[in-house]
């Protein structure tokens, strides 16, 4: 691991000027994410500023419903009685990831931020286009500043899944530089229950809608979000909803835990009698940003909660879906995952 200079900060405004004067410069929470690239060498920070000491832990209700602060933890997340009770597919969804060690360690602004788990990123030796893009000069929109901004390569371009090994790896939106998919839990639900995210920056405060937070590869697979450099994120608010009786988080994984999704899918639905009055439907493990399932959720809209109208939403959701060849049983698994996930939802299992 290369040589760093280390920060601690106790106020925003000093964690943004601190990240925004000097190039190379990363916030550090859990750290859980961002060392392992450390060592790796995927990712060489001059200085790091440690934001563990701001006051953004804290999770508390207001009047649109909850907000939720980006270094709370993410096992006090999942176990706060607030979030368990009105918005159980996100305490559902992190608890489904990694492991109780890890959840005790990483912070919600770190899970959104978190990189993807595509293993040729994580390879030096090996191409690609997210970690060593095209042009030189960084990744304009993201806080993560590459060796590229020391014009250096981090090792060659291009996109070693495209033909390699890619059983991890996205059957929507992907990109001809990139085919990676997003890893978190967490984001599913949080794009499914209508998240913003309140974020501040050398330019200001601004709300991000969650779904529009993360973003696909196109041709800038080094970018993985829209915040802009020196944006801290503060805090995510999720509004009220009519869900908590009816929400579910399916994670189809090689382990029983500690592992990510090869496919998941965060259902959450406002029913009346066996009608669905509203829904969400989110997938994880099937693209670079959180999936929503729009055209699904407005076919289901005011329909019963039967097997035939699962299915011919799991088909609507399917759209344009398409395999990269190791990762074609998505094609099948998905479907499925969300019937199996509806079912359970709508307790017609
Ligand atoms: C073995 C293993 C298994 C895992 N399994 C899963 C899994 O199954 N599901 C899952 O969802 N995750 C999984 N994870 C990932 C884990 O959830 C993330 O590493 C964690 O959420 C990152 O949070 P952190 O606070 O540690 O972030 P850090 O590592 O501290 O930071 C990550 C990035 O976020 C940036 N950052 C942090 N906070 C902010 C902020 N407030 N504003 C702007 N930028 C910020 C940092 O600069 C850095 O670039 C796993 C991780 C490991 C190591």
């Known amino acids: 691991m290369n040589p760093f200079q280390f920060t601690r900060v106790t106020t925003p405004k000093a964690a943004i000027s601190a990240v925004t004067k000097e190039k190379g410069t990363y916030f550090l929470a859990g750290g859980t994410n961002l060392i392992d690239l450390m060592k790796r060498e995927v990712v060489i920070p001059e ?3 440690d934001i563990n000491k701001l006051p953004l832990a804290t999770i508390e209700k207001t ?3 909850l907000r939720i602060g980006a270094t709370a933890k993410n096992s006090a997340v999942a176990d706060n009685e607030l979030v368990k009770k009105y918005f159980p597919l996100l305490s559902q969804a992190l608890n489904a990831g990694a492991s109780a060690q890890l959840r005790n360690m990483a912070t919600v602004g770190g899970n959104m931020m978190q990189r993807t788990r595509c293993a040729y990123f994580y390879d030096n030796s090996m191409p690609c286009n997210k970690r060593s893009p095209v042009q030189t000069g960084g990744a304009a929109g993201s806080t993560e500043r590459f060796r590229a901004d020391k014009g250096q390569a981090n090792g060659p371009t291009g996109c070693g899944a495209i033909g390699g090994f890619n059983r991890m790896h996205a059957i929507f939106g992907a990109s001809e530089k990139c085919i990676a998919v997003h890893p978190s839990d967490m984001c599913i639900a949080l794009v499914a229950l209508d998240a913003t995210v309140n974020v501040s920056g050398p330019k200001g405060d601004r709300k991000i809608p969650f779904g ?9 697979p080094q970018q993985d979000n829209t915040l802009q450099p020196g944006e801290l994120i503060m805090s995510v608010d999720l ?4 869900f908590s009786d009816n929400s ?5 994984r090689d382990r029983a835990s500690y592992a990510f999704a090869l496919v998941s899918v965060g259902v959450a639905l406002d029913m009346k009698g066996n009608t669905i009055r509203d829904v969400r439907l989110a ?7 959180p999936w929503r399932l729009t055209k699904a959720e407005d076919f289901l809209r005011g329909k019963p909660a039967t097997e035939a109208n699962f299915k011919q939403a799991a088909a609507l959701a399917m759209q344009g879906a398409k395999g990269y060849g190791e990762n074609d049983f998505k094609l099948t698994l998905a479907p499925n995952s969300i019937i199996d996930a509806l079912k359970t939802a709508t307790k017609t299992a």
């Open 47 to 49: 200085r790091l500023v």
């Open 212 to 220: 529009e937070f993360h973003r696909l590869p196109g041709d800038k």
């Open 63 to 65: 009047v649109t419903g």
């Open 283 to 289: 997938m994880g493990g099937v693209a670079h940003k």
């Open 248 to 252: 579910h988080y399916l994670k189809v």
């Open 239 to 242: 509004p009220t909803n009519r």
